[in-house]
């Protein structure tokens, strides 16, 4: 019975008959009852073992929401990231988030954990610095392998791009950004981590000047609140804004409303 567990891959189960059998206790129990702890054992096993897939192939820093440091003064309000963690309801939303600061306030930290806690929610994710992407997708058109690799990245669920727009983007870098965006656009979720960006309007005059930079940066954006009530100078912020789509010559969709949040990181 052992072998044939073995063979079927039972492995949480098999790991739960060998720990009842050296039980004593364990034979005092009825047939449902060692049944049900052999059935939760391999619901378990099959459940870590998921867990342990999503985050190696996230390929995230080690972060998680327990380990957020709220001492140091840089604005973070614990309630905020409580809500964004309690079952990772912006995922299932589809909405999208931003992380703004100077260099070391914990940007990709906060992005990482986030991230961390939607795996563990079940939910897919991967982390990429921008300068990651964009060579990936460089190397992708090159050798024709461009669709596959815009077609995974549509069907991860949670995508982190570190240290966005920290220049101007090339042409065929916001063509390609428009791709993705178009592809996840209220069916996935994004996180977004920049240091220059005072505020998240400012995407579009550093994606682009023309048209398709402005559909670019509406896509996770959707018109966010250009008037954001900040906690001072550089302070944090994380609010969720209602937006009414912009209407471009890129978009025949009928308008629709998004969520985006935005979450502002700095030192006080």
Not at 202 to 215: C, H, I, M, P, S
Request: hydrophobic share 40%; charged share 30%; aromatic share 6%.
């Amino acid at each position: 019975m052992m072998e044939k567990l073995t063979a079927m891959r039972l492995l949480g189960m098999l790991d739960a008959l060998k720990t009842q059998e050296q039980d004593p206790a364990a034979r005092e129990l009825g047939f449902l009852e060692r049944l049900g702890l052999l059935v939760d054992q391999q619901w378990t096993w099959r459940e870590n073992q998921a867990l342990a897939r999503r985050l190696h192939a996230a390929k995230l820093k080690g972060a998680s929401v327990e380990d957020i440091d709220y001492r140091a003064s840089r604005g973070l309000d614990k309630s905020v990231i409580r809500s964004l963690a309690q079952k990772s309801a912006w995922v299932d939303s589809h909405e999208n988030i931003f992380v703004l600061g100077p260099t070391g306030v914990g940007k990709s930290f906060v992005a990482c954990a986030l991230a961390q806690k939607a795996c563990r929610d079940g939910h897919s994710a991967l982390y990429m610095r921008a300068v990651a992407l964009f060579r990936d997708l460089a190397i992708a058109r090159a050798d024709g392998s461009l669709r596959s690799l815009l077609a995974r990245l549509s069907r991860i669920e949670v995508l982190v791009i570190d240290d966005w727009a920290m220049a101007p983007l090339a042409e065929t870098e916001r063509r390609d950004f428009w791709e993705i965006c178009e592809d996840r656009y209220q069916t996935r979720s994004t996180i977004l981590t920049s240091l220059g960006l005072r505020r998240p309007s400012k995407l579009r005059y550093l994606a682009a000047e023309a048209v398709d930079g402005e559909a670019i940066s509406s896509r996770p954006k959707r018109q966010a609140d250009d008037h954001a009530d900040f906690r001072g100078r550089e302070g944090l912020v994380l609010r969720a804004v209602e937006q009414e789509p912009p209407i471009t010559r890129r978009q025949s969709r009928p308008r629709r409303r998004g969520l985006t949040t935005k979450l502002r990181l700095g030192l006080r």
